[in-house]
């Protein structure tokens, strides 16, 4: 569970699948077929072997997930191109009493899953996550599909050096990928659409979120304070990138429970920089959002009148977004129709900048802002200064 974010409880009342002993091909590689256990295949795996698991449904023996990886393992889907032609999956479905579709966690930060591959299955159904890591360290994410997985579609947490690309994420009710206390993890040309935030990141360092396509969000990309997400602080929280990425259209109504921090978030947002520092945002096309293309915002501003209210619940480090630059994006036709109720509805804009204090240092440079307008309040319009 994202600690205390959501709260979400769903029985599904599927089959159980059958479990079978899988077939065994060459060393190192165990293959499953449609009908046995991807689960009992994993088991039986070595550290470093891979499971091969070929086209068909799968819903596994209850457990708290479907699959559960505690060990380096290769979990392929095995799909031809006849297979892609007709259609044809690795559908990993829902079974009694579980929460998650695929878990990998190790036994925690002196004992990491090193080496870890999930390629090619489509995970469709779970209450809580998708693809959940934990204490994992060496890992790739490729070609997966998350589809409605109620909390989160693809969540490396407490990990690090991995990679998350090519997949595709939507349906969740707070983040369709949510990279979240890890470190040098890169999240490359994935597209993530119908959730409250599209690409989050929170309590990590040297994140690079490169060429995806976000849209159909609440938020399309949210950098967000430790605090919203009831996490504490790291000692420096840095280098967080966007560069290249298309965030368009992101003006779904918000979906997430009420009283959550997701569920306080307006629609309309491109990119949401709330409360957090040492953030880089280069070439990046943002379009279409209706309340704000960039939003800068302090913490406390952004969640004021909510539960996560800093008078009630005061911020373990300061609530300020410092040091970030948005340099080379091209951010139009933002900003036009924001939802009159909000109490921020009057700075929408293409670039919204919020700040109630000056001399924390974020700039802007050489970007495209056209058809709509720029709205900064305290710090007037830093398009054109110089980032250093």
């Not at 670039?351 to 495209?368: Q, V």
Request: with cysteine; proline share 5%; net charge negative.
């Amino acid at each position: 569970m994202n600690r205390g974010r959501l709260s979400i409880c769903i029985g599904l009342g599927l089959g159980l699948a059958v479990v079978c002993t899988p077939s065994v091909g060459r060393a190192g590689t165990i293959s499953v077929h449609e009908g046995e256990s991807i689960q009992a295949a994993v088991d039986s795996a070595k550290a470093g072997d891979t499971v091969a698991v070929y086209p068909g449904t799968y819903v596994e023996a209850p457990n708290t997930a479907a699959v559960t990886i505690n060990k380096k393992l290769k979990l392929l889907a095995k799909i031809s191109k006849a297979d892609r032609d007709a259609g044809r999956k690795v559908l990993l479905l829902a079974g009694p009493g579980q929460r998650d579709g695929i878990l990998a966690e190790g036994n925690g930060a002196s004992d990491l899953i090193d080496g870890l591959q999930i390629k090619g299955f489509t995970v469709q159904g779970f209450p809580n996550n998708g693809i959940h890591l934990r204490y994992v360290t060496n890992f790739k994410i490729e070609q997966n599909e998350s589809i409605d997985n109620l909390e989160n579609g693809i969540w490396p947490t407490l990990s690090a050096n991995g990679l998350v690309k090519r997949n595709v994420a939507y349906g969740s009710e707070d983040s369709a990928l949510w990279v979240e206390a890890s470190d040098n993890v890169r999240v490359l040309n994935n597209e993530f659409s119908h959730s409250p935030t599209g690409l989050e990141v929170t309590v990590s360092n040297n994140v690079q979120l490169k060429g995806n396509d976000v849209h159909d969000n609440t938020v399309g990309v949210g950098f967000y304070h430790p605090s919203a997400a009831g996490l504490p602080p790291l000692a420096t929280m840095a280098n967080w990138q966007a560069i290249g990425n298309y965030v368009h259209d992101n003006n779904e109504p918000n979906s997430a429970p009420a009283g959550s921090m997701s569920g306080s978030l307006p629609a309309g947002g491109g990119v949401l920089v709330m409360g957090t520092d040492y953030g880089i945002f280069d070439k990046n096309t943002i379009t279409n959002n209706n309340f704000y293309g960039i939003a800068v915002i302090d913490y406390c501003t952004a969640v004021a009148g909510s539960s996560f209210d800093c008078t009630a619940r005061p911020p373990a480090v300061e609530p300020y977004p410092d040091v970030n630059k948005f340099r080379a994006n091209i951010i139009t036709g933002n900003g036009t129709s924001p939802d009159p109720s909000h109490a921020l509805a009057p700075y929408a804009a293409d670039i919204t900048y919020i700040m109630f204090e000056t001399g924390h240092y974020n700039c802007f440079a050489k970007n495209n802002v056209y058809n709509t307008r720029e709205y900064a309040w305290l710090q007037p319009s830093w398009n054109g200064q110089t980032c250093n």
